[in-house]
Nanobody, 118 residues
């Protein structure tokens, strides 16, 4: 399984952007448990932003405060993270991660940088 993160870039504060995590064949079906978006801000540890389980449950970090939405694009093997009302505090490298029931190892995509300027 391979994951490819895309999107992001430079955004003005208050703006929006969408990140996409595209998986190889079967990435979000065979034994799939959950897909999560994580971020790592400068000099900070990586933290969970949003998670979507195979059962369709969505979990968000407290700091999201209703601004972000994680969703799956069926038929395209893609999970998106729509981010609205961005602040400079959201500046980070964003990663997607998939976990599976039959594996103790998670699969990470490469990071994609989101820079929010005031």
């Amino acid at each position: 399984v391979q994951l490819q993160a895309s999107g992001g870039g430079s955004v003005q504060a208050g703006g929006s952007t969408r990140l996409s995590c595209s998986g190889s064949r079967g990435a979000f079906t065979v034994g799939f448990k959950a897909i999560g978006w994580y971020r790592q801000r400068p000099a900070q540890t990586r933290e969970l932003v949003a998670e979507l389980t195979s059962g369709g449950r969505r979990n968000y970090a407290d700091f999201v405060e209703g601004r972000f939405t994680i969703s799956r694009v069926f038929g395209e093997n893609t999970v998106n993270l729509n981010m609205n009302d961005l602040t400079p505090g959201d500046t980070a490298i964003y990663y997607c991660k998939a976990s599976y029931y039959d594996s103790q190892y998670d699969t990470w995509g490469q990071g994609t940088l989101v820079t929010v300027s005031s």
